[in-house]
C-alpha cells in the first residue's frame, strides 16, 4: 500500500506536549517529512529526515520514526501551532510521493 | 529571497485545457527537482507531479497520468504543468514546491501561494 494514514484531529492544551503519527508501509523503507498548514496559506515544511528542522523552525517541533510509524511531536504547544499537519515519503515504488491524509491540530 | 509564483489559473470546462506557470527565483533553479502538489477545496494534499533538474526523470500520480505533463525551462527558470482533459475533480489549487535531497531524506521545502484552478460548466 502507498497510502499514509493519520488521526484526523487532536488537540492540547496550551503549553502541552502533543504527537501526531503517520502509517504506511513505505515508511519502513524512507523517512517522512511533515508540513504545517494554516487556513489561506501554502504548506510549510517544518521536519524532514530523521529529525531535521528547517532554518526558522522552532525547536518545539520534532520526529522520530520507528517501523512503519512516523510521529510529529510539539513540545510546548503554542495559540500560532494551531494548523493542518501533513506526512509526506516516497512511495513503495520509491518514484512517487504521497501525502498522508492531514490531522487537524487544536490548541485549546 | 527564495520564491516560487504560480499563476495560469481559471476557470475552465470539463475537457478543457490550461496551462500552469511557476516563475523560480533567488536559487539557482537548474540544481533542484520540482514538483506540483494539489489541493482540492476542502481536502488534503495530494502529489501530482515531478521532474528531475535535467528533466531527465519525470513522474506522475495514477490521477493524472496521460492527460498532465510535467516541464521546465532551466533558462528561463520556470515549471510548468499542462492538463488536458480536464475533469471536475481536477478542481484545487496547485502548488509548485521544490524538491531538496539530503543525505537520508527529501522533502518539498520552498512553496509558492498556489493558483487555483476550477473545472466547472
Known amino acids: 500500500s502507498s497510502e499514509l494514514t493519520q488521526d484526523p484531529a487532536v488537540s492540547v492544551a496550551l503549553g502541552q506536549t502533543v504527537r501526531i503519527t503517520c502509517q504506511g508501509d513505505?515508511?519502513?523503507?524512507?523517512?517522512a517529512s511533515w508540513y504545517q498548514q494554516k487556513p489561506g496559506q501554502a504548506p510549510v515544511l517544518v521536519i524532514y529526515?530523521?529529525?531535521n528542522r528547517p532554518s526558522g523552525i522552532p525547536d518545539r517541533f520534532s520526529g522520530s520514526s520507528s517501523g512503519n510509524t512516523a510521529s510529529l511531536t510539539i513540545t510546548g504547544a503554542q495559540a500560532e501551532d494551531e494548523a493542518d499537519y501533513y506526512c509526506?515519503?516516497?512511495?513503495?515504488?520509491?518514484?512517487?510521493?504521497?501525502f498522508g491524509t492531514g490531522t487537524k491540530v487544536t490548541v485549546l | 529571497e527564495v520564491q516560487l509564483v504560480e499563476s495560469g489559473g481559471g476557470l475552465v470546462k470539463p475537457g478543457g485545457s490550461l496551462r500552469l506557470s511557476c516563475a523560480a527565483s533567488g536559487f539557482t533553479f537548474s540544481s533542484y527537482s520540482m514538483n506540483w502538489v494539489r489541493q482540492a477545496p476542502g481536502k488534503g494534499l495530494e502529489w501530482v507531479s515531478s521532474?528531475?533538474?535535467?528533466?531527465?526523470?519525470?513522474y506522475y500520480a495514477d490521477s493524472v497520468k496521460g492527460r498532465f505533463t510535467i516541464s521546465r525551462d532551466n533558462a528561463k527558470n520556470s515549471l510548468y504543468l499542462q492538463m488536458n482533459s480536464l475533469r471536475a475533480e481536477d478542481t484545487a489549487v496547485y502548488y509548485c514546491?521544490?524538491?531538496?535531497?539530503?543525505?537520508?531524506?527529501?522533502?518539498?521545502?520552498?512553496w509558492g501561494q498556489g493558483t487555483m484552478v476550477t473545472v466547472s460548466s
Open positions: 514546491a521544490r524538491g531538496t535531497v539530503t543525505t537520508d531524506s527529501d522533502s518539498f521545502d520552498i
Open positions: 521532474i528531475s533538474s535535467s528533466s531527465s526523470y519525470i
Open positions: 529526515g530523521k529529525n
Open positions: 513505505s515508511l519502513r523503507s524512507y523517512y
Open positions: 509526506n515519503s516516497r512511495d513503495s515504488s520509491g518514484n512517487r510521493y504521497v
